[in-house]
T-cell receptor, first 112, second 116 residues
């Protein structure tokens, strides 16, 4: 049930773009994206809901393909502050309201 | 300011000892969660509570116990039965998941537990 994230790690230069993917084998109600700096709490970035609604940061974009149970996070014109580990948390359809299952994370490093 | 607090930031446990991690929130959230994070493993759910005086086991509840006597508080006890407790523990909360489906979880700063 754990979603699969890809890539596991990515290194960018400032200003470059990146895409992080999250894929589930189960039907999803929503996908939640977080960024975590080392030793700190995960910080909420965005939610994508079944039906197309999105909530989150204006400067971050993401997509949710309900048919394929896949979500992608798009980081454009990367900044040094974007470095960290990105997690997707998936909320299943059915009776698991509120519970998220997290992927193993994608480590993003942005170099000057 | 509203938020989630966890204490202590670092906690050391001796063999055979039970230790309790504190989690408090003033966001008026109904649901609270405990996660364990190991390197390269992501976040794994230990216990969750959607209402006072009720809680449910998550994926890795063995060796842990919780209570939810107040809406604001959800302490986690790591018992001596948990043989590998060294990890980063994160508490989270969200509004009532039954009426607020699709709302996110907000995390506290975490407690790092180390075994002596």
């Amino acid at each position: 049930q754990q979603p699969v994230q890809s890539p596991q790690a990515v290194i960018l230069r400032e200003g470059e773009d990146a895409v992080i993917n999250c894929s589930s084998s189960k039907a999803l109600y929503s996908v939640h994206w977080y960024r975590q700096k080392h030793g700190e709490a995960p910080v909420f970035l965005m939610i994508l809901l079944k039906g197309g609604e999105q909530k989150g940061h204006e400067k971050i974009s993401a997509s949710f393909n309900e048919k394929k149970q896949q979500s992608s996070l798009y980081l454009t014109a990367s900044q040094l502050s974007y470095s960290g580990t990105y997690f997707c948390g998936t909320e299943m359809g059915g009776g698991s309201q509120g519970n998220l299952i997290f992927g193993k994370g994608t480590k993003l490093s942005v170099k000057p | 300011d509203g938020g989630i607090t966890q204490s202590p930031k670092y906690l050391f446990r001796k063999e055979g000892q039970n230790v309790t991690l504190s989690c408090e929130q003033n966001l008026n959230h109904d649901a609270m969660y405990w996660y364990r994070q190991d390197p390269g493993q992501g976040l794994r759910l230990i216990y969750y509570s959607q209402i006072v005086n009720d809680f449910q086991k998550g994926d890795i509840a063995e060796g842990y116990s919780v209570s939810r006597e107040k809406k604001e508080s959800f302490p986690l006890t790591v018992t001596s039965a948990q043989k590998n407790p060294t990890a980063f523990y994160l508490c989270a909360s969200s509004i009532d998941p039954w009426t607020g489906r699709g709302e996110t979880q907000y995390f506290g700063p975490g407690t790092r537990l180390l075994v002596l």
